[in-house]
């Protein structure tokens, strides 16, 4: 996770009391921050996604995924999400309004559409266990 720029830059969220909350946070102990993702990261990630969209067992996962990403998203690119989702029987891809790559540490009014989405999968899939 990029961190320690100026907030006006940031790619990570509109709300400047998280961000640099996470800033002290992570200027405090930098064991936390994460860094930049290994060459062995990103081998697998490619080799995952390449087996996610072509895969035949994707297609058979018959329990509700939703998968949401961030509208105003800079750091990647959710082309791959979208076609996984594409895949699955009950995949909904969602896109979160106006929100940069930390969905969840976004405003709250960003965040309400996720937390709204959240609780419409919980009911979904706790309306078809009863």
């Not at 800079?74 to 979160?96: F, S, Y």
């Not at 929100?99 to 899939?125: G, M, N």
Request: aromatic share 12%; proline share 6%.
């Amino acid at each position: 996770m990029p961190f320690g720029g100026p907030f006006e830059t940031n790619p990570l969220t509109h709300d400047r009391r998280r961000y640099e909350r996470n800033n002290a946070q992570l200027a405090a102990n930098n064991d936390l921050a994460l860094g930049s993702p290994t060459w062995g990261w990103l081998d697998f990630a490619f080799k995952a996604t390449a087996w996610l969209k072509t895969a035949p067992q994707v297609t058979k996962i018959d329990i509700p995924v939703w998968a949401l990403g961030a509208e105003q998203e800079k750091l990647v690119d959710n082309t791959d999400q979208i076609l996984v989702m594409a895949r699955l029987p009950q995949g909904r891809w969602l896109e979160v309004p106006g929100s940069y790559h930390e969905v969840l540490q976004e405003t709250d009014d960003i965040r309400a559409f996720f937390w709204r989405e959240f609780d419409a999968l919980a009911a979904q899939v706790t309306s078809r266990s009863a």
